[in-house]
């Protein structure tokens, strides 16, 4: 049972009375960025409000402002609400919100409705709190007033304020026939929100809300959707980002049956037809049949050749070089350096590989002045303000329809929305709804990867033996400028997205400096799970564990010294050597260690590993990860997001890899993009370190802990350092060389 309020004031500056059939509704907007009496008239005739909804029946419905992409969110964030509220949750329906950044942006996006980097929990977490803590004070107000009581003398349950004093219980959707709704919510100061302790709901294994319609079939994700009247279209592309059409013989395309047109595009050519195999044959006959201009920058390049640049780059102190980040005096450290360590490193581009391809559904009205969308997107204030620009309406004349994804990780976020585009401008041209697909091949040619990088590290060590020094050059493209450039021009042209993860935070080293190489090749490149934090803690992880070694220190007792003094990280790192059984020979295998900080969240991991030396060939056997994620708001789920992006993290780490040949993507599908198979998988054995600190991002944690836990296996193993992910077999052949 939850507390009674401890203030009996229930004046209200105005009152909403929104009573009948339908219930009532709370409209408190985050941070009273909304009018609410505005958004409860716009969405009248249904029982929804900003974020949660009553009805007489004591169905709560409550909106979920975040995307589904399989990280649980949908469940999450309204499970935080219902636990302040005190919401029976067997009585709770959730619907996704709608495109109003006003009230359901995420804060820590600046507003915008975005989901990704493992960030919905953390930024939504209080003001979804207080959002349900509003509501249910009014509600204890409005059983106060119905029953002639103070309001500290009534508590609540389940969906139920009680009166112990005279016994009498009132359900919500009692409540719901004669509530009346102030103007203004009430105030909730922090210390009026539930102690961890009192959680009844959060920290609780509850079953997320999309799982049965998965398991079942019956989820309809984007690829699923048919409307009346719709077609089908498909879209060339040019082989190199920034080329367009230059001469179309478009006759043998027009020449397929069921073809409706054939459309130039500023990004390529589009086929539109009765048919989704009609469009493919067509497209078909246009590869052949485009010529294409010569404007694109990444014309020329080569990835292994890039490689090599930018490692030299990287390396050679001449190169100019942005300071990223600095504490201390890196720069007069390492000219009084009684020693100094120096390593190399560099990760290949690679593709998000998302199982559902991506598609979108568009039905652009028959003047051009609204559109309807189906699709599943990160992000729907970029989802409708995209269409919107484009055909020159406000966005509220973009309905969207927000449909769960079968796999984003980044790929679906971008400002530009190019695969919702494709559908919107062919709908535009023909005047019908138009589904638009991209096939696996058009995915993987086009995609958007993460970006090329090398660095360049250094560690400097004292007269006493002190690691006092640490410096890492990285070169690479950038990608903000690409995926997002009104977030680049906001965030004052740095690029925290490829640089994230630079840092070695936690790290008891006085001295540090990361600098930043801008390397522009023209190529398409775009956040992917764990966005730069993967390279970069492979970078830094490998590295921290050859200074280690090359000092003749055991790597863990070498990192607990430097993380003696922060607490959550030492403890992480602790514990996962004693799973782990750090120090135990084993025949054939070794251990290899990393720790991270990733936004706060404290995860460590070992990997066991072995390696057929004749064919180059790791096997991971085992991997132990502890993660501190502060509060866990659904323990089982951290668990198995932890889980998915270990195997993400090892296909990244293996053989994962996207090569560049004058400008244009080399493989294609998954025969020549390997993912992790079944038989790749270690088994994972995964502690979950609950804490009442904030909570912090889980979806991601672990990927970028893979690489540097195999790399430093196998310098275990063997005394060699891999220094370039992926680990392929030739690769490791020739390192053991």
């Not at 009346?228 to 060339?236: A, E, F, H, I, S």
Request: glycine letters at 8%; proline letters at 5%.
């Amino acid at each position: 049972m939850n507390k009674p309020l401890k203030s009996s004031d229930t004046s209200l500056s105005r009152r909403q009375i929104m009573i009948g059939a339908a219930g009532f509704s709370f409209a408190f907007a985050l941070g009273g960025r909304a009018d609410a009496a505005v958004l409860a008239g716009e969405r009248a005739g249904q029982t929804m409000s900003p974020w949660i909804s009553i009805a007489t029946d004591g169905t709560i419905t409550i909106m979920s402002a975040a995307t589904e992409m399989g990280q649980g969110s949908m469940t999450s964030l309204p499970l935080i609400i219902a636990e302040e509220l005190d919401a029976d949750w067997t009585k709770v329906k959730i619907v996704p919100a709608p495109a109003q950044d006003a009230i359901y942006g995420n804060p820590g996006f600046g507003g915008m409705m975005y989901t990704a980097g493992s960030n919905a929990v953390t930024s939504y977490y209080v003001p979804l709190r207080t959002a349900g803590a509003q509501v249910r004070r009014v509600l204890l107000d409005n059983a106060a007033r119905k029953w002639a009581v103070p309001v500290a003398e009534l508590s609540t349950e389940p969906s139920t304020v009680v009166h112990a004093k005279s016994g009498r219980r009132l359900s919500y959707g009692d409540i719901a026939q004669f509530a009346e709704v102030p103007a203004k919510a009430p105030e909730i100061k922090p210390e009026d929100l539930k102690k961890p302790a009192d959680f009844r709901l959060i920290g609780q294994d509850v079953m997320r809300i999309e799982l049965p319609l998965k398991v079942t079939g019956k989820a309809t994700y984007g690829i699923d959707v048919q409307v009346p009247g719709m077609l089908y279209g498909t879209v060339l592309r040019a082989p190199v980002e920034g080329s367009v059409p230059n001469k179309i013989d478009e006759a043998k395309a027009k020449a397929v049956p069921g073809v409706v047109a054939v459309i130039r595009l500023p990004h390529g050519v589009g086929v539109v037809a009765e048919t989704a195999w009609a469009a493919l044959k067509a497209r078909q006959t246009l590869n052949d049949a485009v010529t294409w201009t010569r404007t694109g920058v990444a014309w020329g390049f080569d990835s292994d050749k890039g490689h090599d640049t930018f490692a030299a780059d990287a390396k050679n102190m001449k190169q100019a070089a942005r300071d990223w980040s600095a504490q201390g005096n890196a720069r007069a450290a390492f000219q009084n350096a009684a020693s100094v360590v120096e390593g190399e490193f560099r990760c290949d581009y690679a593709y998000h590989a998302q199982m559902e391809p991506l598609n979108a559904v568009a039905s652009v009205s028959p003047n051009g002045d609204a559109v309807e969308i189906w699709a599943g997107t990160q992000s729907q204030t970029t989802a409708t303000e995209a269409p919107a620009k484009f055909l020159g309406i406000s966005r509220d004349k973009v309905k969207l329809h927000d449909l769960l994804m079968g796999g984003g990780f980044g790929r679906r976020g971008n400002r530009d929305v190019d695969f919702i585009m494709d559908a919107v401008m062919l709908s535009k041209e023909v005047g019908k709804p138009v589904k638009s697909m991209w096939t696996r091949e058009d995915d993987v040619h086009n995609g958007r990867f993460r970006p090329l990088s090398a660095h360049y590290l250094r560690a400097a060590f004292d007269a006493q033996g002190k690691l006092a020094a640490w410096h890492h050059r990285l070169a690479a493209d950038r990608i903000t400028p690409f995926m997002d450039p009104v977030r680049f021009q906001q965030g004052g042209g740095k690029d925290g997205m490829v640089m994230a993860g630079t840092d070695i935070r936690g790290y008891d080293v006085p001295h540090q400096l990361v600098e930043q190489l801008y390397r522009d090749t023209g190529v398409r490149t775009n956040p992917l799970r764990g966005i730069g934090v993967t390279a970069n803690k492979y970078a830094t992880e490998a590295f921290m564990d050859e200074v280690a070694r090359k000092r003749g220190q055991d790597p863990l007792a070498f990192r607990l010294e430097l993380l003696k003094d922060t607490p959550r990280a030492y403890n992480a790192v602790k514990r996962v050597a004693e799973m782990a059984e750090w120090g135990k020979k084993r025949e054939g295998r070794a251990l290899g260690l990393a720790y991270i900080d990733y936004s706060g969240s404290q995860v460590a991991g070992v990997a066991e590993v072995s390696l057929n030396r004749a064919t180059g060939e790791i096997k991971m056997h085992n991997f132990w990860c502890t993660i501190d994620c502060g509060v866990a708001v659904q323990p089982d789920n951290i668990i198995a997001q932890t889980e998915s992006s270990i195997v993400y993290g090892l296909g990244l780490s293996m053989t994962e890899r996207i090569s560049i040949k004058d400008g244009a993507v080399e493989q294609s599908n998954f025969y020549d993009y390997t993912l992790p198979r079944m038989r790749d998988v270690p088994q994972m054995h995964i502690e979950l370190i609950k804490t009442d600190n904030h909570p912090t991002g889980a979806g991601q944690m672990a990927t970028p802990l893979i690489a540097p836990c195999i790399s430093n296996a196998v310098a275990d193993m063997t005394g060699v350092r891999l220094r370039h992910t992926p680990f392929l077999p030739d690769r490791v052949k020739k390192a053991l060389a």
